[in-house]
């Protein structure tokens, strides 16, 4: 890690929060490189990213990265991961993307008939280990921070498979609709997911909208759908949105 992340790292612990724009005059550099800075230091798990920032997540405890992600927006993402189980039939074949809403949707899976289902993800195979569903795990190289796991192994699976639906998750979507992860690599994945599933849904609350990270991975238009919640306001950006509406709410 660079000299000018260790000092990101250390004013962000000192502020809990910080924004992108204050970065950049603080350490005389363009926000696009704060943006990089930040991707990667949430890839490391020192730090979280938000819209237009990033909050703290100590360094001493790097799954503390998950267990915030999964802590946010955690009703939105049962609604969520509730309104996409309601597509899947059983006897199907699925690809669960990583995440904490896509593992929501594992949960939600756990009593359906004849699944078959195949996961880059160690929690959500963890997940679904009592239940009566055939798991496949990629292999790969682990990101232990998170349990994602990519690399050689995890494409050359992925490439050797077809299934009839796949769930992905995003680090962001753009206001032009473009779907975005942290890294090249893990885009590439996502990529190779969609490319051999019949469908392909992207689960994403609204935090995940109106703003850009590193790799591209796709358009919303070359999706099945959309399944977001209430508080996202680029519905326009699909044809086909499912608001998925939290239990509780009138």
């Known amino acids: 890690m660079n000299d000018r992340k260790e000092h990101i790292v250390q004013w962000v612990q000192k502020h809990d929060k910080v924004d992108i724009t204050d970065l950049s005059a603080r350490f005389q550099v363009s926000t696009m490189t704060v943006r990089r800075d930040l991707n ?7 730090i979280i990213r938000t819209h ?10 790097p799954e503390t990265a998950y267990q ?23 006897h199907s074949s699925l690809i669960l993307d990583s995440g904490t809403t896509t593992l929501e949707l594992a ?3 756990k009593e359906r008939k004849g699944l078959r289902i195949v996961t880059n993800d160690v929690l959500i195979a963890a997940e679904l280990i009592h239940a009566p569903i055939e798991v496949i795990v990629t292999g790969g190289e682990l990101q232990h921070e998170v349990g994602t ?8 699976l992925l490439q050797s498979i077809h299934v009839d639906q796949c769930f992905l998750g995003a680090h962001s979507v753009d206001s032009e609709g473009e779907v975005r992860a ?20 992207l689960l994403a609350d609204h935090s995940k909208f109106g703003y850009k990270t590193f790799a591209h991975v796709c358009h919303l238009e070359e999706l099945k759908g959309l399944i977001t919640d209430e508080q996202m306001q680029l519905r326009h950006l699909h044809d086909n949105v499912v608001v998925a ?4 709410d009138t």
């Open 40 to 46: 990667s230091l949430e890839e490391e798990g020192k």
């Open 52 to 61: 237009g920032g990033a909050v703290a997540a100590p360094q001493w405890r």
């Open 68 to 90: 915030l992600k999964e802590s946010a927006n955690k009703a939105e993402k049962k609604a969520i991961a509730r309104a996409a189980a309601s597509s899947v039939t059983d």
């Open 107 to 109: 949960r939600f899976l």
């Open 149 to 156: 796991m990519f690399g050689t192994h995890t494409q050359n």
């Open 182 to 201: 942290p890294s090249i690599e893990k885009a590439k994945i996502k990529q190779l997911m969609m490319g051999v599933s019949n469908e392909t849904w």
């Open 245 to 248: 509406k939290v239990e509780g």
